[in-house]
Every structure is written in structure tokens, then in C-alpha cells.
Nanobody, 125 residues
Framework: QLQASGGGLVQAGESLRLSCVAS????????MGWFRQAPGKDRELVAL????????YYSDFVKGRFTISRDNAKNTVYLQMDSLKPEDTAAYFC????????????????????WGQGTQVTVSS
């Protein structure tokens, strides 16, 4: 249902763009989130976008460096990652969570209903 791609090995300061293709259903009324998980750490929210209004939210540690966007025609959500740092190294996951009772700021992994497989991002110093 969700297929993530675009990870790779880059040097600090470089850029990557992750893609998440949604298939099998429509995601109107959903929030699309990007999470990341480094070894030994909890999965954390990177950014999210509402499918219907494109409202966005970024965690503080990526503000000004990452940009989330969506292309309705392609059923795809992107995460443009610029000025990458070694601490951005992690497996990145896309996820879809249904907006219930108007609550769109879905910050916890348990808020999400569908998950893609991870794509590894490694940033060398």
C-alpha cells in the first residue's frame, strides 16, 4: 500500500529526496507522515502533511532543512532532505494515519494505520 524509496549514502551537506507511493486505496482524510529510526532509538516523527489540505508539520530537528510535499496525481508524498547531517542517519518510513475528530497532528507511530517499508539514509561526515 505504501512503497518508500530514495534512500542512499551521501556526505554531510548533500541532499536526498525520498518518495512514498500510495496504492490500493485513496488516502483522502489521511495524514501522511515520514518517521525515522536509528539503531537503538525509538521511531520518531520527521514531518507530516495532510492529504486533503497539504497542511504540514516539521519536527524541530529538521526545520529549515527538510520539505515534505505531495503529488495527488501520482499518489506520492516526497521528503526533500537538504543539508544532511550525520545525525540524520536512520531508516526512514512513510506512514498514513486517519484523521479522527479533526486531530491531524499525528506525532506518534501508534497514530498511524499503514506503513511502508523503510529506506536507509546514511550520511557520512
Amino acid at each position: 500500500q505504501l512503497q518508500a524509496s530514495g534512500g542512499g549514502l551521501v556526505q554531510a551537506g548533500e541532499s536526498l529526496r525520498l518518495s512514498c507511493v500510495a496504492s490500493g486505496r485513496t488516502f483522502g482524510g489521511y495524514v501522511m507522515g515520514w518517521f525515522r529510526q536509528a539503531p537503538g532509538k525509538d521511531r520518531e516523527l520527521v514531518a507530516l502533511i495532510t492529504w486533503s489540505t497539504s497542511t504540514t508539520y516539521y519536527s524541530d530537528f529538521v526545520k529549515g532543512r527538510f520539505t515534505i510535499s505531495r503529488d495527488n496525481a501520482k499518489n506520492t508524498v516526497y521528503l526533500q532532505m537538504d543539508s544532511l547531517k550525520p545525525e540524520d542517519t536512520a531508516a526512514y518510513f512513510c506512514a498514513a494515519g486517519f484523521v479522527r475528530s479533526g486531530r491531524w497532528l499525528l506525532s506518534r507511530p501508534n497514530d498511524y494505520d499503514y506503513w511502508g517499508q523503510g529506506t536507509q539514509v546514511t550520511v557520512s561526515s
